[in-house]
């Protein structure tokens, strides 16, 4: 695993991109998975503005979104397909059809987690996942407690997850309790990992992901496992690394 610390969150999602650009120079039709969250729109951004003034080319690369709620409907703001579209999609040349997200409303969920993992296998696995931390040391929707082994499934979000992200919806009840998310298995099966977390809240799960011992009470610290991870962290998320 290797960490970064950079000074700000434009740093990092330049860095961040400088890691999907080279991927795109050698493999023009890479596979990119995508979080959603307020840690990668520096990276979103930093695409976007690659893609205008630089020609960074997306036209033949696929994505996959981590996560989805269960029961809110694809057009809501909040909704991963939504903000996927809004920070991502419509600002690189990537053809929107190639932009998947699991499918949250799926009248059969199981199936459905199903065949988004097919759809991942069948494009040839993820080439380089952007991931987010929680404040509990999530990744994905993998809560803490979380099969370390567990592929793309439903989770119910703890009570501080939905507070987290209660500000993205106009209340905190609106904020819905499930989610499908990307199972750790289906994250560690990507090629190379590639996680932004800033601020002081994100301390100690940092400490936990790099220096904790290897619990699923911290998943994040699985990637200490990864063959290739890379941690991109301001001076605030890195305050409590030994
Ligand atoms: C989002 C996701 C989550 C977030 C995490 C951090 O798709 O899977 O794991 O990455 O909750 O969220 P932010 O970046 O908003 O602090």
Known sequence: MEVVV???AREAGRLAASAVTALLARTPDA??????GSSPLPLYDELARRSTEEGLDLSRATAFALDEYVGLRRDHPASYRSVIRREFSERVTIDPARVHTPDGLAGDLVASCAAYEDAIRDAGGIDLQILGLGA???????????????????????EQTRRDNARFFSSLSEVPHHVVTQGVGTIMDARHVVLLAGGAAK???VH???????????????LQFHPHTTVIVDEAAASALL
């Open 208 to 222: 936990g992901l790099v220096e904790g011992p290897v619990t699923a009470m911290c998943v994040g610290s699985v």
């Open 31 to 36: 596979v990119l998975g995508l979080a959603t």
């Open 203 to 205: 301390a100690q799960a």
């Open 136 to 158: 509990d040391g999530h990744i994905g929707f993998n809560e803490p407690g979380s099969s370390l082994a567990s592929r793309t499934r439903i989770k119910t979000l703890t």
């Open 6 to 8: 950079v000074k700000d």
